[in-house]
């Protein structure tokens, strides 16, 4: 029979990843033929005795000899590792679908990711596609994913594994046969395999990482390799194993990690081999076993990372408590900047720990205000600089302690908390970014002004000379990550900040203006340039929604005052580390993926107009506040009512000079926020158009902008009265009783424009467009009506002056403004034209009104 000149092919020694993503590869491309190896897994040969016929493929001598149109890989980006006779004729075009990190470079056609699985990425497609699948297509797929995963415990899962198995167990998998086919069973020849690498393997220590080397030499063929080491790795008390077997003349280095700082595909690049940090393997035809073994020790350097060390893990400066200290004052602090315990100093030197848990016994016994001396842990466990990550995991648990205090030469010069710890074991990336601090010197040198840059460099190079941190805080470290200008000078200094400031203004001959109560400066440069210097603080809130206390801190509880992880990053400005991204809370991760994050869940109650602060960067970036955020926000909402009308006031203006109101109220009304930040507004269809149309017009006066999008809020329910809380100046207050009046007007005084004349000629403009505004949404007759008359009030020319009024037979009073509003009512309706007509009325009636009726 004819062969289809497109062939779907996978690797030698076939696993069940690998066949799923052969047959998935054939539901994309119905037109072409699977090449099933001639070696598979004993697995995957147990599978096929029974399910074989459920698909169609062809083997190696049946390959076409012609060329071939098109070869699809799937769990492999190599042809030669489906099959040596791709050497021979190379296929015209090639399509791959592979999670191997070697793939992800290559210009081939296909989709390559970094999961768990290959069939992962095939499912993706299919699921797109919304190709059916049947039910034992769906039971392979589910094996492809358990065993390639390790039933979803390996390192490389991901969360599209999940998905993809979430995907195949709504439409139904038979778990049985994934059981049945995903545990294996190790017969004689295998155990005994199994026996030696346990026996024999050597132990090597590379920078604190145990790595076991075993060789194993069989006449015959055993099948397994894989499976046999990662029982070894199981089983031996070690990081990583690799195992060299000798089998028929052919060497097969089977490889497997259990540690994130090893990566045994690294090992095996002197050999040739690949895969991933966690597996990896490779075969050597006529090789020497002790050459290969050697080949692999001497590079087992290559594949261990160095460790994250306590310096890169700690905190510092370190707050500390004197022995004499009552524990009272001691309970007040952790209760402030929630530690867990602090470090207890005498003389500069380490005398003891006291825990929360300490405070609270001695608290609860009346003891509050005895001295922590009494009550503190004179043992502590300690570390050093240089102590690595996994020692201080170790000796945090052996010793059941929450802080490890970091000393050099006895000194205290930082501490690393449970929260550290909890943070490198969760966080992926953690280790990284400790390790390899990005560096930003080369987009501030390309986005910030020349002067600017060059006034940075300035300022590091005196911290550095005085003796301080000095960072760059503040929203110029966002931008800078997004690429957006941003010009601001805001400096934070580990240190007396005052006295940093007189440093720079003496040395660059600047203004300098110092605000001694929160040890913050400013200076003003001859060429016009502002920079604000700071001491880092540490905030704590008396009570919701206070303004806060501050207390001298570093540069970390700095950060953590802020309100969001995107605005809490630094960026260091002392000469050894000049443009190192300071970034203690995920900002960077958070500023990629578009969230917004508070840095702890009593952020808004704190500070509740954080949530304004919130909505501006979500509305104005297209951010998404981050589930718990979102439910912190909620949640927070009693303590909105405790906020001052000019706070909220002075917050709203903020948030719509870059953010329109209609927006933001949408938003807030979203979140259930809108009532406890304007109390009884209420957001509806009538609402949103009123503020739409004051944001189209820009109509009203600067100082009315924001009090003018909060009056719709309340102008449609009849609750204009609960906006006197927020009517804080007099236009303000004018503006509110205006509208108030307008409101109140019966239809009556609408019939003409002399009479509505009569009625609002004392009214100023801002309360006539206001008004105007308001009736375009419920009225459009009448707001017609208050344009025109607006429009004709501002050209109404001079028609009687008090002269004209005196020579009436009569004396002087208030009659003469109702004489001079007639005239205009008049005017008006058109029944005067001018001052001629006025006079002549005037003289004919004596200042009342003619019989004629009024023109509408």
């Known amino acids: 029979m004819g062969i289809n000149m497109k062939i779907i092919a996978s690797h030698k020694n ?83 679908y592979d999670h191997h990190p070697g793939s992800f470079q290559l210009p081939l056609s296909g989709e390559t990711a970094p999961v ?20 034992w297509e769906r039971t392979l797929f589910a094996l492809g994913l358990y065993t390639d995963t390790g039933a979803f415990t390996h390192e490389h899962t991901t969360s599209r594994d999940v998905r993809a198995l979430l995907f195949l167990f709504k439409q139904g998998i038979a778990l049985d046969v994934v059981n049945r086919f995903s545990d294996p069973s190790f017969s004689e020849e295998q155990k005994a395999l199994l026996l030696q690498l346990l026996q024999g393997g050597e132990v090597h220590d590379v920078d604190g990482v145990s790595i076991m080397i075993g060789t194993i030499s069989t006449d015959a063929f055993i099948d397994q390799l894989n499976l046999i080491v990662e029982k070894w790795l199981d089983l031996a008390e070690a990081d990583a194993c690799i195992a060299v077997s000798e089998m028929k003349n052919t060497i097969f280095v089977t490889a497997r990690s259990q540690h994130s700082r090893a990566d045994v595909s690294k090992a095996l690049t002197a050999v040739n081999g690949g895969g991933h940090p966690q597996a990896a393997a490779a075969t050597i035809k006529d090789g020497d076993q002790a050459e290969v073994a050697e080949k692999i020790r001497a590079h087992l350097s290559d594949a261990v990372t160095s460790a994250l060390v306590a310096k890169q893990m700690m905190s510092h400066p370190v707050k500390t408590v ?33 825990s929360r848990r300490d405070v609270d016994k001695a608290v609860h016994h009346g003891l509050g205000h005895a001295p922590v001396k009494g009550h503190m842990n004179e043992r502590v466990i300690t570390c050093e600089a240089n102590t690595t990550s996994e020692e201080i995991q170790k000796r945090m648990i052996t010793h059941d302690i929450g802080r490890l205090p970091v000393l050099a030469n006895h000194e205290l010069i930082g501490i690393i908390s449970r929260s550290d710890l909890l943070q490198l074991l ?112 540490a905030e704590y809130y008396d009570a919701p929604a206070t303004l806060p206390n501050v207390r001298f801190s570093n540069l970390r509880e700095d950060l953590y005052r802020r309100d969001f992880t995107v605005n809490a990053m630094a960026i260091s400005l002392n000469e050894e580390d000049f443009g190192t991204l300071i970034d203690p809370f995920g900002g960077e991760n958070d500023l990629r993926d578009g969230m917004i994050r508070v840095l702890h869940n009593l952020s808004f109650i704190e500070d509740p107009t954080r949530i304004l602060r919130a909505i501006r960067f979500e509305l104005k970036f297209s951010y998404t506040l981050a589930a718990d955020t979102q439910r912190f926000a909620e949640l927070a909402a009693p303590a909105i009512s405790h906020l001052s009308a000019e706070r909220l006031k002075a917050e709203f203006q903020r948030l719509f000079a870059e953010v329109t109101a209609a927006r933001t109220f949408k938003r807030l009304n979203a979140l259930n926020l809108l009532d406890p930040f304007i109390p009884f507004a209420e957001w509806s269809q009538q609402t949103e158009e009123m503020i739409s149309l004051l944001e189209e017009q820009q109509a009203l006066p600067e100082n009315l902008y924001t009090f003018s999008r909060l009056l719709p809020l309340v102008a449609f329910n009849g609750e204009l009265q609960h906006l006197t809380h927020f009517a804080l100046t007099k236009d303000e207050k004018q503006l509110l009783n205006t509208f108030e009046r307008l409101q109140a007007l019966e239809d009556t005084a609408f019939p003409s424009l002399g009479i509505l004349h009569e009625n609002v000629h004392d009214i100023e403009e801002t309360g006539l467009v206001m008004f105007e505004t308001y009736m375009e949404v419920l009225h459009k007759k009448t707001s017609t009506m208050i344009k025109r008359y607006r429009d004709k009030r501002r050209r109404m020319p001079m028609l009687l002056s008090g002269e004209d009024l005196r020579k009436l037979p009569m004396a002087p009073g208030p009659q003469y403004k109702h004489f001079l509003l007639k005239a205009e009512s008049l005017w008006m309706d058109e029944r005067l034209k001018h001052r001629d007509d006025a006079l002549q009325w005037l003289k004919t009636t004596g200042g009342r009104d003619s019989p004629d009726e009024r023109k509408e």
């Open 116 to 135: 768990g699985a290959t069939i992962t990425i095939l499912l993706e497609v299919i699921q797109k596609k919304e190709i059916v699948l049947t039910d």
């Open 14 to 96: 076939t696993d069940f990843d690998a066949l799923a993503s052969l047959v998935a590869a054939k539901k994309l491309h119905p037109d072409a033929e699977i090449l099933l190896p001639a070696k598979v897994s004993p697995n995957v040969k147990q599978y096929l005795a029974i399910y074989r016929d459920q698909f169609l493929y062809i083997n190696e001598q049946q390959l076409p000899s012609e060329e071939i149109e098109e070869l699809i890989l799937v769990d492999t980006y190599d042809p030669l590792r489906a099959s040596n006779k791709f050497q021979d004729h190379s296929p015209s075009s090639i399509t791959v």
């Open 426 to 537: 969760h966080d992926k990336h953690y280790e990284k970014k400790q390790k390899q601090k990005r560096n930003l010197m080369d987009n501030m040198a390309h986005a910030l002004p020349a002067d600017h840059f060059d006034l940075l460099k300035t300022i590091g190079h005196l911290a550095a000379q005085t003796g301080v941190q000095a960072y760059l805080i503040g929203g110029i470290t966002r931008d800078l990550l997004l690429k957006r200008e941003n010009e601001d000078m805001d400096i934070v200094i580990e240190g007396d900040g005052i006295a940093f400031a007189e440093t720079v203004a003496a040395q660059l001959d600047g203004e300098l203006y110092t605000h001694n109560t929160f040890k913050t400066a400013k200076i003003i440069l001859n060429n016009g340039q502002h920079v604000d210097i700071a001491s880092a603080r």
């Open 322 to 354: 004197a022995p004499d200290t009552p524990i009272e004052e001691v309970r007040d602090e952790i209760r402030r900047y929630g530690h867990s315990g602090f470090p207890v100093q005498e003389n500069n030197q380490l005398v003891g720990m006291i």
